[in-house]
């Protein structure tokens, strides 16, 4: 196994283990974490919105939020990591949470694309030339009528999307359980 079928196969169960350390180090307050859940829920907004399109393994995933930014399931997710660092009020929690999210994404994202060119080969490297990587383009490029798709809540309930809207509450519940615990 290499080191990036490491990362991408155990990405979550580390993300656990850094979970327990982070929230360690937090210093929550109301006001963090009420923007913290702000922040969050946009990052939960895009992660849901791209579930609802994408078909994985099945067939190159290139409409809705798709045709915009090559992942949007991980731009949501740094979104909803920055969310959680404000929600910890701690520069260090921050530090380790999004420093794990650049370094494990950034080869998740690439050992996905390497995976995607070969099940997919030119119809990905014409789709990879007109969408970027990870920061979504403003505007949409044309695409054939083939790759139009829409939403469906069925999709998004198959990609099993709702466990991050579930983690995220269970952090804040952390959160606030701390913050409690700290002003009793």
């Not at 923007?35 to 992660?47: D, H, N």
């Not at 579930?51 to 067939?59: C, E, F, N, P, R």
């Not at 920055?82 to 701690?90: D, F, P, W, Y």
Request: contains cysteine; aromatic residues 14%; proline residues 6%.
């Amino acid at each position: 196994m290499t080191p990036l079928d490491f990362l991408a196969r155990w990405r979550v169960r580390i993300g656990y283990l850094l979970a327990v350390l982070v929230l360690f180090l937090s210093r929550p307050e109301p006001r963090p974490i009420v923007i913290g859940t702000c922040v969050g829920f946009i990052g939960l907004a895009i992660r849901a919105y791209a579930a609802g399109y994408l078909h994985k393994q099945a067939v190159l995933t290139t409409a809705g939020p798709y045709a915009r930014t090559r992942n949007p399931l991980y731009f949501g997710s740094s979104i909803l990591a920055l969310g959680a660092a404000i929600a910890m009020n701690s520069w260090l929690s921050a530090a380790l949470l999004l420093f794990y999210f650049a370094l494990v994404y950034t080869l998740v994202m690439r050992r996905e694309e390497i995976e995607l060119r070969g099940h997919h080969g030119p119809d990905f490297d014409a789709y990879a030339n007109s969408v970027p990587l990870f920061f979504p383009r403003l505007t949409a490029p044309k695409q054939p009528a083939a790759t139009i798709g829409a939403f469906s809540w069925a999709q998004y309930q198959k990609n099993h999307e709702y466990q991050a809207a579930l983690g995220f509450l269970l952090l804040l519940i952390a959160l606030i359980l701390i913050w409690r615990l700290h002003v009793a």
